[in-house]
């Protein structure tokens, strides 16, 4: 038994699918401890989404360590929280005509997704939130009882209440406008409590890459609107660039009055999250919802070096939305080479891609497969039947393509062995 096996819980999770013992990432690799190089389209579940040690980024950040800045420091008035801030307003709220006031919850998405409902309940009055079918929100009790993944609910101990789970867009294929389905029963007579919020991921990422249309989401807008209720879009893993846009739901048609953020907020890894809220549903009293780690002035800076550095203008966006459809175009004809061995569907928007096979033991397979040939994916969707798909938004396309070759060995491997 090594360290981990003897000392480390047995809820680990990803260090059984990625077993080799890592040393070192530079950019979209990891090198482990024997010295083997692979290909990362991981990118930490999607908070590395400008690589691993960017060196902007580390430069920033050893500058400020090398100062004795702060690094702990609650919501106290710093220097690095105020240049991310005036970063933050400057280059990516005003130039999209948003209008936040930011609340740091702590250092995770679902602290973020915690703080975010509870203020909702709070202004509202109301308990009942909506969620969605296959959504994730997080892991702490609140968070989960938006969840609908039934292993991930099963670990909560207690009964996850107060929230109404309604079908996603295309849950019963494309025909079903699943809209006029809330609609309808936020109606008088239905038997639900008017909700506080209505919370929803644009692409649901652990769900299983499923992504909604603006179509559909305008119509959840309109509907949220109509009743009075508090539209929550959880941009935590599809946030931060991924989707192209910095923020996933600025191509939509929809202005959310709460959005959710952590993962790659920081850029660097660094524990962040953000609340941001409609500034007339910020009334919260002084130190009613808090946290020790909610000032982690490390991932201040890396935050505004990251906002500096990337998104002062619409270039990087640009870039984004051109290696994406690289991406896509060789996934797709991934997809369709091996349709009639392995039946699947490419999914996703920008960045955020997925394959999803109608053998729901294929993803599992393939991915462990990749792995052992030097390419880390996940997989993802409630029987594990997508390959999840994250690479960082700085890889380069020749890493892209040396990715897709190993994806594409990996596939001929296991279908070889499923061949009768």
Avoid at 97 to 124: C, D, H, M, S
Avoid at 381 to 404: C, E, M, W, Y
């Amino acid at each position: 038994m090594d360290i981990f096996e003897r000392n480390e819980s047995n809820v680990r999770s990803y260090c059984r699918d990625f077993t080799a013992t890592f040393q070192t990432a530079q950019g979209s690799t990891l090198t482990s401890e024997q010295g083997q190089v692979f290909i990362d389209f991981f990118s930490g579940a999607g908070a590395l989404n400008y690589g691993h040690n960017n060196p902007v980024l580390k430069a920033a950040l050893l500058d400020y360590i090398g100062e004795n800045g702060i690094t702990h420091g609650l919501d106290f008035k710093t220097t690095a929280k105020k240049a991310f801030l005036t970063a933050f307003e400057e280059q990516i709220l005003v130039p999209r005509n948003l209008r936040y006031k930011v609340q740091f919850p702590g250092p995770t998405g679902t602290n973020a997704v915690e703080a975010a409902i509870k203020l909702a309940r709070k202004y509202t009055g109301r308990q009942n939130i909506v969620a969605f079918t296959n959504a994730f929100h997080g892991m702490s009790l609140g968070s989960l009882a938006l969840t609908a993944n039934p292993r991930k609910r099963a670990g909560a101990g207690v009964t996850l209440s107060n929230v109404t789970f309604m079908p996603y867009d295309q849950y019963f294929g494309e025909a079903v406008d699943t809209s006029q389905f809330l609609a309808q029963m936020l109606r008088n007579g239905s038997g639900i409590d008017k909700p506080a919020a209505i919370v929803l991921e644009t692409v649901q990422g652990e769900g299983g890459v499923t992504h909604a249309s603006a179509d559909w989401l305008q119509a959840i807008q309109a509907i949220a609107r109509a009743h009075d209720i508090l539209l929550i879009i959880d941009d935590i893993q599809a946030g931060c660039g991924r989707t192209g846009d910095f923020f996933s739901f600025e191509a939509l048609g929809v202005t959310p009055d709460i959005v959710t953020l952590s993962k790659s907020i920081s850029g660097y890894g660094l524990p962040m999250s953000l609340t941001l809220i409609a500034p007339h549903l910020d009334v919260w009293e002084p130190g009613e919802h808090n946290g020790t780690f909610r000032g982690n002035n490390l991932a201040f800076v890396t935050g505004k070096a990251v906002i500096d550095h990337y998104w002062t203008d619409q270039r990087f966006s640009e870039e984004i939305k051109a290696k994406a459809s690289f991406f896509h175009e060789g996934l797709q004809a991934l997809s369709q080479h091996f349709s009639a061995q392995a039946p699947n569907q490419l999914k996703g928007r920008g960045f955020f891609k997925g394959i999803e096979f109608q053998d729901k033991t294929l993803a599992q397979k393939i991915a462990a497969q990749a792995y052992a040939l030097g390419l880390i994916i996940e997989t993802s969707g409630v029987d594990s039947q997508v390959l999840k798909f994250l690479p960082a938004l700085t890889i380069t396309r020749h890493q892209i393509n040396q990715g897709l070759k190993i994806l594409e060995q990996a596939f001929v491997d296991v279908t070889a062995r499923a061949e009768p």
